[in-house]
């Protein structure tokens, strides 16, 4: 059977990830595609191109020379690049696509230059503002004004640095490693902070809660708490293997002749490391959990979930988009 007429009998359903994404596997094939930093390459034409062809397929409008695995290419671009409830365009360097190579030139930084005070706060306070980008770009739905940005991107800057230059004042005298693993710290406890200030509107209005048909039918507070713990668990998942693995890497080479006599060179190992264990953290980090989370009838408030039951045709499944 040709791949053209593969394409126009099996007709694949885009409403969906390409992959089961209530198991564990398919999730993170969906997001190794979506995190891919070679979708960066794409200009704004190529994307729009990209979202065009999805939308005319949603629409019934197939070419004939489109193939299935064309599309399938389309709807993962289209995924990396613009946001799932908005359609809005994201920011490049806010893209998931971006993690790998923004997370890897950051996290080398911190990892390498964190015994200075100045190099602490100039390392903390990069890695905060990429995170506040980060975490505006990807948050669900539509909310997030700019002062709510500005807010949560001082309190954790203030946390990051608070936790950094705190911790280093008192393992001066620890053994090596254990002064390599404060920026593991402050980056952990920056995420605590960062992410729910940045959503603290969800916290006090709610999360939109959707039906099968992905339309909005309510808000729910108690889902945000839900929805914004597992985005912390899986940002603070995503920098474990980097800022835990690495330190004791580094801490045993640090011993050796070579690197003892070319101590320059732990800047640029550090951050190819960093590349090569987040282009695999990033993507599983995100498939901890499900994107589009089921919420039952009994995580929503109680006068909510009375409202939805007494329309004429009740939701039977409800879900909530966590962010990223």
Known sequence: MSELVKTLVLRPDISKPKWD??????????????????NLFYGGNQLDNFKKIVEDYRKGSVSNDLTVDQLWKAKHVVDSAFHPSTGEKMLMVGRMSAQVPMN???????????????AVIFWQW?????????????????????SQLLVSYCAATGGALTAALGLNSLVKKAPPLVGRLVPFVAVCVANAINIPMMRRGELTEGIDILDENGQVIGQSPGV???????????????ATPTFAFIPVVVNALEKRPYFKANPKMFLPLQ??????????????????????TPVTFDQIEPELAQKLKNLPNPPKQLYCNKGL
């Open 271 to 292: 951050t190819i490391l960093c590349g090569l264990v987040l282009s695999v953290s990033t993507p599983v980090g995100c498939a901890l959990f499900p994107q589009l």
């Open 224 to 238: 945000a708490k839900s929805a914004i713990s597992q985005v912390v668990v899986s940002r603070v998942f995503m």
């Open 126 to 146: 990069l890695n905060q503002s990429f995170n506040a980008v980060v975490n505006y770009t990807n948050r669900s739905g539509d909310g997030g004004s700019v």
């Open 21 to 38: 994404q209530s198991t564990f596997e398919g999730r993170a094939k969906h997001f190794f595609a979506i995190t891919n930093p070679l």
């Open 104 to 118: 890897m030139a950051i996290t080398g930084g911190m990892l390498t230059f964190y015994k200075s005070p100045m």
